[in-house]
């Protein structure tokens, strides 16, 4: 017979092991869960930590800050793939989309194997948000089959295959849908709003298949402004080709053209028509917005054209943040995939050279743009606290992407999962944390 002192002891010793098993399946239950909410995804497509300081020296002064600098988390991003020490945008997009690492090539898929996402999906994160009933948006300043925002619902052996890469798009089922690139929707010969004819071989009018889908079609910045907030799809194609011309500033000189066409919305008009719509709409979404053009210009070392479309994509970004201060279960997360050009910011510190154009390189073959290209004067920045105005040119490394300087930022719900290291594949998994409430585990490359 047990006396009562024993039997007291033994209650509550098992009331202490089911205490103690209690909180280790809810901690370890809690630490695989997250609070849900929004995504937005900015993509300025080949920025790097050197670029964003030109552009706070250009436009804000040395001694403010930028919106991209404003965001409270960053991490140096890695963006190695399976086969290359540096990213292809189609390449990093993929592994953005999928969240697992692939090969330079990809365009949706691996080389050699269809991809399966980091959550065993055979889609991407998008097409599994929209699967869920979560409203999704894909903009874009570039054409619409640039892989940035393509590669998330679109796959191909070549990126070249814009026939078929802007049908799976259409075909997609994302809402919102914005971009350049009017030619690759329409058929060979047929002239379209933006004044330039069609180069599809298939036959197939992308615009009227939009339409009869459901989609509102808008072509310019007026139509999309005055789109109303009940707008549950829309389409909009802003251009022939590119939003933006990206040439050399030489050549944009001489054929007399913009940095930007005139008509076309700026990256952060797209974004904040689209948070006007889901807002009204009231669903959970997820956004995809790039930014082509800091990847463009860059790559044909214009320096004018690369700080506006640095401008641009801040803009884009300060829309983001002023949305996340009115609704704060929404996650902004900004990433490249690779650095364009390898930019850095050439000091011009003697009074005397103010007012003389740069040499056309340094002293190590480095070219060397002014405020209007090669041997042109130095970019006035804006004033500093004391209202001095520093002049400086840009230097280049070359005309392709390097990597080495990404930086990846998050802002707002679930900002502290963003660490000091971020693999490319780590964007995946933050946003597919925000949007289902689930931490996947990291990537192994061989376990996909």
Request: with cysteine; glycine share 10%.
């Amino acid at each position: 017979m047990v006396n009562c002192k024993t039997f007291f002891l033994q209650v509550l010793t098992a009331g202490f092991i089911c205490l103690v098993c209690l909180l280790f399946f809810s901690c370890n239950s809690n630490a695989n869960s997250v609070t849900t909410g929004n995504v937005i995804f900015i993509h300025p497509d080949g920025t790097g930590a050197a670029m964003w300081g030109a552009l706070r020296l250009y436009r804000y002064g040395p001694d403010s800050l930028s919106n991209w600098e404003k965001m409270n988390k960053m991490g140096l991003y890695r963006s190695h793939v399976l086969d290359a020490s540096n990213s292809s945008s189609n390449g990093g997009a993929t592994i953005h989309g999928y969240g697992v690492k692939t090969e330079f090539a990809s365009f949706g898929n691996t080389t050699s194997r269809p991809v399966k996402s980091l959550s065993g999906k055979d889609y991407s994160i998008i097409t599994e948000a929209h699967k869920a009933g979560m409203a999704t948006a894909l903009l874009n300043s570039g054409h619409i089959c640039e892989p940035g925002t393509a590669a998330f619902v679109a796959n191909s052996d070549k990126r070249s295959n814009t026939d078929d890469i802007s049908l799976q798009i259409i075909n997609s089922g994302v809402d919102i849908i914005m971009a350049g690139g009017e030619t690759m929707i329409l058929p060979e010969g047929v002239i379209g709003r933006q004044g330039q004819p069609g180069i599809r071989e298939d036959g197939l009018n992308l615009i009227n298949l939009a339409k009869e889908k459901g989609y509102t079609v808008v072509f310019t910045r007026d139509e999309l402004l005055a789109l109303p907030s009940t707008t549950n799809k829309v389409f909009g194609i802003f251009a022939a080709d590119d939003t933006f011309n990206d040439q050399t500033e030489e050549e944009l000189k001489a054929k007399n053209l913009p940095l930007y066409g005139d008509q076309a919305p700026t990256l952060g008009e797209m974004v904040e028509t689209t948070l006007r719509i889901f807002t009204a709409e009231g669903k959970q979404f997820m956004m995809v917005a790039e930014e082509e053009a800091t990847d463009n210009f860059p790559n044909h070392n214009n320096a004018a054209g690369t700080l506006e479309a640095l401008r641009r994509a801040d803009e884009a970004i300060g829309v983001a943040l002023d949305y996340i201060n009115e609704h704060p279960r929404t996650l902004l997360l900004t990433a490249a995939d690779s650095e364009a050009g390898g930019m850095q910011v050439y000091a011009v510190n003697k009074p005397e050279d103010f007012n003389k154009p740069l040499a056309a390189s340094e002293n190590n073959g480095a070219p060397l743009d002014g405020c209007e290209g090669t041997a042109t004067l130095p970019f006035v920045a804006a004033p500093d606290k004391n209202g001095t105005r520093l002049r400086f040119g840009i230097a280049w490394a070359c005309f392709n992407d390097v990597a080495g300087g990404v930086i990846a930022r998050a802002h707002g719900l679930n900002e502290n999962m963003l660490h000091n290291n971020v693999d490319n594949t780590d964007i995946y998994r933050l946003m597919y944390a925000t949007l289902f409430g689930r931490i996947l585990p990291a990537y192994i490359p061989g376990r996909e």
